[in-house]
Every structure is written in structure tokens, then in C-alpha cells.
């Protein structure tokens, strides 16, 4: 676009004037940083999980020496840090950064610039915490959870385990500003007509996650404070009330954290199963209220992964980890009554939301069971809760991920993925998903520990650990396929048009890429309820009737 | 009250509420008490912002946003400068004065001329004083617009519904009591159930 004869100059004008490189790293476009940050935890994600191949090689087979302790224990600290801080929530929030102001018919994020420090602050993060595999005494090792004493100078010397935290400290702030800015664009900055009871139920479940990112994230920053003051003084940490209070400051952030990485995905699941069925989302104010019920209650259940410390509150915990069934039900019974009444095109985007469904469900059930105390007091520190988390963070949220990425990948890039391509990554992600984590539950149930390097023949865990082994490299394959799709469609012209799906919601009503204020001359269509489009269309069909 | 803040205080009321829970169940721990009530109050400032936000109109559509942000890369430089300063020594804190000073230097020259607008038909004035809205053409996706003149309701922008062919859209939903929408909100799914049944607006849609 060119600037206006009477001097006056548009922001799409400025937007776009600058040269490829410089206009990708100083934009101020929600869109671009949505994707700087959605493809820098794509690139996490994969890398993350060749440490989770190295592990599973590890495990295949008894008393196996590819890896030494040490390097075994880096690794699962880094995959499962990485996955958590690194790629699934920033992702989550990158989605949210790239549909919410499309959704309300916005033209930008608020505070582009606070936005973009977030991703600049995340990118930094990234580096800092893998970098520390370059550092002499390696890199951080013990666990996603960084629990003191361990982590303190005394017990985990060496620059990896600094490095970890200054990654964790700035990734969390970059996600505190992008979950903050997306928020108030949310509520505030939404276009004439879209009322709060109007919004897409995508974008409710990202004002769900984020009030649980002002909430919850700050807790993380502050437990990562007191780490350092523990490395710096490490006898502040044998005084046991030390311990506990990072532990009750690190959950309250380590559960939520968890519903930020799916609710997002919940919120996609929600949108394709709506499009593909061809009709709009059943008991939607239900599910509306149910999201932000579901956000609450996260807030207040992280006792419950300290049960077994013997000072948290079990009734309490426990009693409102069981109350998280209500909204999810809730939830539930929305997407399968959306299901039920419509007619079902099982694109590849559809697979993958269908598969969430139940597999979701199997990572949700089982957290109920170890939110019990008699249970958790069994399972605790198991491979049962290792496969518990993997249903629902990689059957649950990656697949609604992957939903999301096959349904807005048109619009983002202007390109479909290849449908075909796409049904062997669904297919080879179903089986590979299962045959690794399904005999979790059972070698958990049997007594192995979590995060062992090795184990012996006699203990009887071989077989097991071999079929979960060979199941993670069909997970690898199916993700190899999905690089090539991506690669392979990405060379491909950019042809899609605006609204391939026949989708609800404002974003299929500009153009696939959106420009840079997201709507041509800033025009929406009428927003009429939370599928505006689909009210167009009824409106249309019901007057070519009529005529 | 703004009905965004009213979810955003409703939301921390909820949380407070958990909380007293928490209190009988963990009166003689202070601490888990403290996180959670630590908690409750960011979000409870986050909505008071948001409410004061909406009384003093800030709800208009942002579109005179900065046109570049190195000054944020230079902050997110100077951040990680003063982290490594943590693990690697204070100088390193030192140098991320530069960056810093270089974030202050760029903010301002990175803000948007104030004659700055969406469309080149709209004036700024006509912007800023909300008396204009283009009209969408539902023939063509994403087509050029005609900027329309059309009064903005001064209080409740965000209300606002527009006219596309004359026809006025329909009214946004009437208000209810607090009670009645939270009956209706849990009733939902019943009331699609007989939607269906009855084959109405829930039902296929083609």
C-alpha cells in the first residue's frame, strides 16, 4: 500500500515498507509474532523430542550403557522443560496471539511492542536454558520441577543449572506480557458488535488461559527468585519450610501451566469439530462458563502434587480436583453434541480433533485418579504418572495442536497442507502415541520409577519398555512426515482461498494470508452471535429461498 | 459495570471464594494461603485496570500502533544482559546499559504520526470521534470497503451493532439478572437438546 496523496500515511503503509529481515524482527504485526513465536516452539518441539528418542533408546532394553547417568539425567530435565516452557505454552499462547484479534475483529494487539518484548524475551530464554549443554558441567539436571535442596550450589553446581533458570525466568516474563497484551485485546479491543456473549468460543478459552497466566505465572518467577537466593546462600534450605514454600509456589504455577497448554487446543478442537460438522457449537454459553470454572478451580488444586511432602491440605486438594469433572464435562458434552447433530467431513483437521476426544479423556481420568491421595500415594513418582501426563499433554493438547495447525495453516500461510500427506501423520501419531504411552500406565502400576537411566533384567520391565521404545519411533516418524508436508506445501504457490472450510468465524472473512490491519480497509461483516458467517449464510440461503 | 472487568472480577471472586475453602481446611498453614491469595489479587488489579480502562473509553480499536520495535528487541537484549549478569559476573549487567538506553532512545521515534489512519477516506478526527465505520461487502471476501457515516453509541461502543443492507442487525442479547443467566448458562445444553429435537436454528446448518 502507498501513502495517501493528502500526506497522511496508513500504518499498513509503515508496515510494510521496510526490508524482509528487518520488517520479521521489528514488526509490530500480532500475526508475524504470533508466528516467530509458534515456529520457535515448533523448532523446540521437535528438538525436544530427538532427547525423548535418546531416551526411549536408553530405555528400550535392560541395563543398556548408551547414555551415562549424568547425561540421561540432563536430557529428560531438558526434554520435559523444554517441552513445557519452551514449546507447548508458548505455542498455546502463540495461537491465541495470532486468532484473538482476528476472532474480535480487531486490527492489531494491544501493545504490539510489550508483545514482541515477550517473544524477544522467550527467544532469549530458549538459548540461555539449551545452551547449557555447552557448558562444562553440563546442562541442568534435575527435573522440570527444579526442586530444592537439589537444585541449590551445594547439590547442582556448575553455569547449566544458572543457565536453566534465567531460561525458565525470561521465557515465563515473555509469556506473562504476550498472555497479558492478548487478554486485553480480548476484552477491550474488540469491534463494534462483538459482545463478550459473541465471542468465539477459541477466544474464551484464551481469555481462560491468560487470566490463569496473570495469575499462576507470577508465582514461577518469584520460586525462581528463591532459587537463586538459595544458590547464592544455600543454607537457607535446610530449614525445611524453605523446601515447602518453593514446592507451594512452584505448583500453583505447575498446574495451571498445565491448562494453559491445552485450553487453547480445547478451544481449536472446539472450532473444527464446529466447522466440520457443519453446524455451530452446542451449548456455547455452557461451555463458555464452564472454561472459565475449569481455569478457576486449576488455580486452586496444586496441593495435590504434594500429597506425598505429608503438609498440604489432602481433603481440600483432593475435593477440588474432583470438582474439575464438572466443567469438563461440561466441555465434553459440548463436543459431542456438536458432533452428534451435524454432518461429519473427516478432513485432516477433524482426525485430529476427534482424536483428542478420547485421549484426552484418558490423561483427565487418570489425573483425577492420582489427585486422590490413596492413590497418588501408590503412583506417586511412577511411570503411571508419566503416562498420565503424556495422554493428556501429547494425546490431549499436541493433537489438538496439530488440529489447529491443519485448520489455520490456510489461513496463516495462504496454503492447504496436503490432505494426504496429513492422514499418514494423523494415523502414524494415533498408533505411535498409544504403543508408547499406553504401557506406561502398567510399567508404573508394576513399580518402575520415573526418571531412572536403567533398569535390570530381573526387574521384568523389558518388554514393555521395548514395545513403548519402538511406538516412540513411529511418534518420530509420524512427525517426519509432517516436516515434509509443512516443507512440501510451503514451495507450493500460495493459493488458498480466503475461507476454505466454510468456517464461522471472522477470521475466514479476510484474506488467507490477512493483510497487515487484518481486514481490507478495516471492513467486518456484521457480527450477529459467535458464528457470524454461519449467520450470513443462513441469512443468504434464507433469502434466495424467499426470492 | 463493563462486562469485560465483571468476568475478569468474577473470575477472582471465584478464586477468593476457594480460598476461604482453603482456610478451613489449612488454617494453621499460612503459607499455601499467601500464594493463593497472592494470586486472586493480580487478577483482581488486572481487572481494576481493565475497569478504568472502559470508564475512561479505551476500548477503541487500536489501529494507530507503533510501526516497528527495536526498541523491543534492544529490551529483550538488555534483559538477557542483566540475567547472564547473575551467572557470569555484574559487567555483564553494565554493558546491558547500552541496550537499555538504546530502548529508550527508539520508543518514541517507533510511536505513529497522529495523522496516521486506517483508510485514506477516514480522517483522523472522524476516527477519534467514532462517526465513521466502513461498510463490509458480503459478496466478496475481504473487498475493498465504502467508509459509511453512522453514530456510535458514546457509552457502550463495543455494543454497537452495524447495519450491512439497510436492515438493522439484530439487538445484542437483552440483560437478565446475574441468577437467571447463570440458570440459563447451566441449561444450555438442554435447551440445544430441544432445539434439535424441534430442528431449529441448532440443528445442520447444510
Do not use: C
Amino acid at each position: 500500500m502507498t501513502a495517501v496523496s493528502s500526506g497522511r500515511s496508513t500504518p499498513e503503509a509503515l508496515l510494510t515498507e521496510s526490508a524482509v529481515p528487518r520488517r520479521w524482527l521489528t514488526t509490530t504485526d500480532h500475526k508475524r509474532i504470533a508466528l516467530l513465536t509458534g515456529a520457535t516452539a515448533l523448532v523446540v518441539f521437535l528438538a525436544m523430542g530427538v532427547l525423548a528418542l535418546l531416551m526411549r533408546y536408553q530405555l528400550s532394553r535392560p541395563d543398556n550403557r548408551f547414555l551415562s547417568d549424568q547425561v540421561y539425567d540432563e536430557i529428560f530435565t531438558i526434554h520435559g522443560s523444554g517441552m513445557i516452557y519452551l514449546a507447548i505454552t508458548p505455542f498455546a499462547l502463540a495461537l491465541g496471539l495470532y486468532l484473538v484479534p482476528l476472532q474480535v475483529g480487531a486490527p492489531n494487539v494491544a501493545a504490539p511492542r510489550t508483545t514482541m518484548t515477550g517473544y524477544w524475551l522467550y527467544l532469549f530464554g530458549a538459548i540461555a536454558m539449551l545452551s547449557g549443554f555447552s557448558v562444562s558441567t553440563g546442562a541442568a539436571s534435575d527435573g522440570w520441577t527444579e526442586y530444592t535442596p537439589l537444585s541449590d550450589s551445594r547439590f547442582s553446581p556448575g553455569a547449566g543449572q544458572d543457565l536453566w533458570i534465567l531460561g525458565v525466568f525470561l521465557s515465563t516474563l515473555g509469556m506473562i506480557l504476550i498472555g497479558g497484551t492478548v487478554l486485553w485485546t480480548a476484552l477491550l479491543k474488540r469491534a463494534p458488535g462483538m459482545t463478550m456473549l459473541r465471542l468465539p468460543v477459541f477466544t474464551w478459552s484464551v481469555i481462560a488461559t491468560n487470566l490463569m497466566v496473570i495469575g499462576a505465572f507470577p508465582a514461577l518467577l518469584v520460586a525462581l527468585g528463591l532459587v537463586v537466593v538459595g544458590r547464592m546462600a544455600p543454607s537457607i534450605f535446610l530449614d525445611n519450610l524453605w523446601n515447602i514454600g518453593y514446592q507451594n509456589l512452584f505448583w500453583f504455577y505447575g498446574h495451571p501451566v498445565v491448562y494453559v497448554m491445552f485450553f487453547p487446543f480445547v478451544g481449536a478442537v472446539a472450532e473444527v469439530l464446529a466447522t466440520f460438522a457443519g453446524r455451530r457449537f452446542f451449548g456455547y454459553r455452557g461451555t463458555a462458563l464452564a472454561l472459565l470454572a475449569f481455569a478457576a478451580l486449576s488455580m486452586s488444586v496444586w496441593g495435590h502434587h504434594m500429597f506425598v511432602t505429608g503438609q498440604s491440605a489432602d481433603d481440600y486438594y483432593s475435593l477440588t480436583s474432583i470438582a474439575l469433572l464438572i466443567p469438563a464435562g461440561v466441555e465434553y458434552f459440548g463436543m459431542l453434541g456438536t458432533i452428534l447433530g451435524g454432518r461429519l467431513v473427516f478432513r485432516a483437521p477433524m482426525l485430529f480433533a476427534l482424536a483428542f476426544i478420547p485421549q484426552f479423556l484418558v490423561g483427565g481420568l487418570t489425573g483425577i485418579m492420582v489427585a486422590t491421595p490413596v492413590l497418588d500415594y501408590q503412583e506417586y513418582g511412577s511411570y503411571f504418572v508419566v503416562a498420565h501426563f503424556h495422554y493428556t499433554l501429547l494425546a490431549g493438547s499436541v493433537f489438538g495442536l496439530f488440529a489447529g495447525i491443519y485448520f489455520w495453516f490456510p489461513k496463516m500461510t495462504g496454503r492447504v497442507l496436503d490432505e494426504r500427506l496429513g492422514r499418514w501423520h494423523f494415523w502414524l501419531m494415533v498408533i505411535g502415541t498409544n504403543v508408547t504411552f499406553l504401557p506406561m500406565f502398567w510399567l508404573g502400576m508394576h513399580g518402575m520409577p520415573r526418571r531412572i537411566a536403567g533398569y535390570l533384567p530381573e526387574d521384568g520391565f523389558g518388554t514393555l519398555n521395548l514395545v513403548s521404545s519402538l511406538g516412540s519411533f513411529v511418534l518420530a516418524l509420524s512427525m517426519l512426515v509432517f516436516v515434509y508436508n509443512l516443507v512440501f506445501t510451503l514451495r507450493r504457490p500460495a493459493t488458498a482461498p480466503a475461507d476454505p472450510w466454510r468456517g464461522f468465524t471472522l477470521e475466514w472473512a479476510t484474506s488467507s494470508p490477512p493483510p497487515a490491519l487484518n481486514f481490507e480497509h478495516i471492513a467486518l461483516p456484521p457480527i450477529t452471535s459467535y458464528a457470524p458467517l454461519l449467520d450470513l449464510r443462513e441469512r443468504q440461503a434464507a433469502t434466495e429461498g424467499a426470492g | 459495570m463493563n462486562r469485560a472487568a465483571l468476568v475478569v472480577f468474577g473470575w477472582a471472586a471465584f478464586n477468593a471464594l476457594l480460598t476461604v475453602v482453603l482456610v478451613i481446611y489449612s488454617a494453621r498453614d499460612p503459607f499455601p494461603l499467601i500464594v493463593y491469595s497472592s494470586g486472586v489479587v493480580l487478577v483482581g488489579v488486572f481487572g481494576t485496570i481493565v475497569l478504568l480502562a472502559a470508564r475512561r473509553g479505551r476500548t477503541e480499536l487500536a489501529y494507530r500502533t507503533a510501526t516497528r520495535s527495536t526498541s523491543a528487541a534492544f529490551l529483550g537484549i538488555a534483559a538477557a544482559l542483566i540475567g547472564l549478569g547473575f551467572v557470569y559476573g555484574w559487567f555483564l549487567m553494565l554493558i546491558a546499559l547500552y541496550p537499555l538506553v538504546m530502548a529508550g532512545v527508539l520508543v518514541r521515534g517507533e510511536r505513529v504520526d497522529r495523522r496516521t489512519v486506517p483508510d485514506e477516506r477516514i480522517t483522523p478526527a472522524q476516527l477519534r470521534s467514532g462517526q465513521i465505520w466502513p461498510q463490509w461487502v458480503p459478496t466478496e471476501l475481504g473487498a475493498p470497503a465504502q467508509p459509511i457515516e453512522q453514530p456510535r453509541d458514546a457509552e457502550q461502543p463495543s455494543t454497537q451493532e452495524r447495519s450491512v443492507d439497510g436492515e438493522p442487525a439484530p439487538a445484542p442479547p437483552a440483560r437478565a439478572r446475574l441468577g437467571m443467566r447463570t440458570a440459563l448458562a447451566v441449561l444450555e445444553p438442554l435447551t440445544g437438546i430441544t432445539r434439535r429435537l424441534r430442528g431449529g436454528r441448532g440443528a445442520r446448518s447444510r
